[in-house]
């Protein structure tokens, strides 16, 4: 009993709905996304790599130890075979190096700055994950709004249900005119429901984007749907120059264009720079004859060379060359996509935003004349000199108009946010 109780609780706590505020989903959508996770891994990845890169000028130190034992035909330097018994054990330790400095340094450089490359798009995705979170926040709270307003035309249009229901038993009204406000009735419910489909969806999708379970019934923190100016939309030019500066994707590219160019330059240099070999090793040789394990003492050997790589990958290798600046000439061309893209999103963004706000203004003047119209109806109503669908017209015009505004200032909203990310802030 005792647990059924407590699953009958978890239920009802779990279908509670979860009311969150726009910065909430903000930092939600920001720190609890899968592809902004991949983004960062990818990230870790690259500066793992760089610091490798750089690891190659450490020297490889190894210890050993070893038996080696022969029996049968040998032959001497001076060209004799003849039948030889030996055997031989060694003990050391050794240090090498094999550096080739100008392929090490340059690789070194560009890995650097892919690593940087990457960075920035971890930046771009987590801006871009966050953008589509408050479009759909601002979607679920644009349907809260928007049932908010069917909801009060329900409520005064079964007010009026009930008062005209009263004049048509006291003989002062027509039964048709109180069956077509019945009927209007019925469409607000129906619509009703329609905005409350429409919230859950809404809620869901944002769920999604915010890896809730999916079966969280989110609901907005505050029902209100005001206007929010985040930028201003003059001076077009401006805010390209600022998002050609603020954007992560042309800092990425950048980066990207000089790994590009770092290693057009590994092509160029790096061959002409010696390869350094080197090695050092210390330890004990013991053995003879037969089955002798003596004679054990310490022995020590060491190297140092230069040289330089001919062909493929090395001197001379013009086709390495060519593919290095392919590959940069490349890049320089995806850095001006990239940049005549975000420009043009700013002036989307901008037309978009100076359209919401203009389509802001002239809702707000429907809205006026909606309620106008509607106190006007309800004069003549009560002095019997309008007829109910008037009044039934008016209401439905007032609802229209106020379900137009918020639509307006749900645009505005994310235009604002949209213009905001365009510039990079």
Excluded: C
């Excluded at 050794?94 to 650097?112: E, N």
């Amino acid at each position: 009993m005792k647990f059924l109780l407590y699953f009958l609780l978890a239920s009802i706590a779990a279908a509670e709905p979860m009311h969150v505020s726009l910065p909430t989903v903000m930092k939600l959508a920001g720190a609890n996304n899968d592809e902004i996770e991949q983004a960062r891994v990818k990230h870790t990845e690259t500066i793992a790599e760089s610091k490798q890169a750089w690891q190659r000028f450490w020297p490889t130190l190894s210890l050993n130890a070893g038996y080696r034992g022969h029996e049968g035909r040998v032959q001497d330097i001076g060209g004799a075979v003849f039948d030889a018994r030996k055997q031989q054990y060694t003990v050391g330790t050794a240090v090498m190096i094999d550096w080739s400095p100008g392929d090490i340094y340059y690789s070194a450089l560009a890995a650097k700055q892919k690593a940087l490359a990457a960075e920035h798009l971890a930046e771009k995705t987590r801006r871009d994950i966050v953008q589509e979170a408050v479009v759909r926040y601002y979607d679920l709270l644009a349907a809260e709004a928007d049932m908010a307003v069917i909801e009060d035309d329900l409520r005064l249009t079964e007010d009026y249900a009930g008062q005209l229901g009263g004049a048509v038993d006291a003989g002062t009204a027509f039964r048709a005119d109180l069956l077509r406000v019945k009927t209007q009735v019925s469409r607000a419910k129906i619509s009703m429901r329609q905005g409350q489909e429409k919230r859950d969806l809404a809620a869901a999708a944002l769920a999604e984007i915010l890896r809730l379970a999916p079966e969280t019934a989110l609901r907005p923190a505050k029902a209100d749907l005001v206007p929010v100016s985040l930028m201003s939309t003059r001076g077009v030019a401006t805010l390209i120059s600022l998002a050609s500066q603020n954007r992560p994707e042309m800092r990425a590219v950048g980066a990207a264009h000089t790994a590009a160019a770092l290693e057009s330059d590994r092509t160029r240099v790096a061959p002409i720079i010696p390869s350094v070999q080197a090695g050092y090793s210390v330890g004990g040789l013991g053995g003879g004859y037969a089955g002798e394990f003596g004679n054990f003492s310490d022995q020590q050997d060491f190297f140092v060379g230069l040289g330089w790589k001919i062909g493929p990958g090395g001197l001379f290798d013009r086709q390495r060359q060519k593919i290095a600046e392919a590959r940069e000439q490349g890049i320089t061309l995806q850095t001006n996509q990239v940049k005549a893209a975000i420009g043009r999103e700013v002036v989307e963004a901008v037309l978009k935003a100076q359209s919401a706000k203009d389509q802001l203004a002239i809702n707000d003047e429907a809205v006026s004349a909606a309620e106008e119209m509607v106190k006007l109806a309800k004069d003549r109503q009560a002095s019997q000199l309008g007829v109910v669908l008037e009044y039934l017209l008016a209401r439905e015009e007032l609802t229209r108009a106020r379900q137009g505004r918020v639509k307006s200032v749900t645009e505005f909203n994310k235009a604002q946010h949209e213009l905001k990310r365009a510039v990079g802030k």
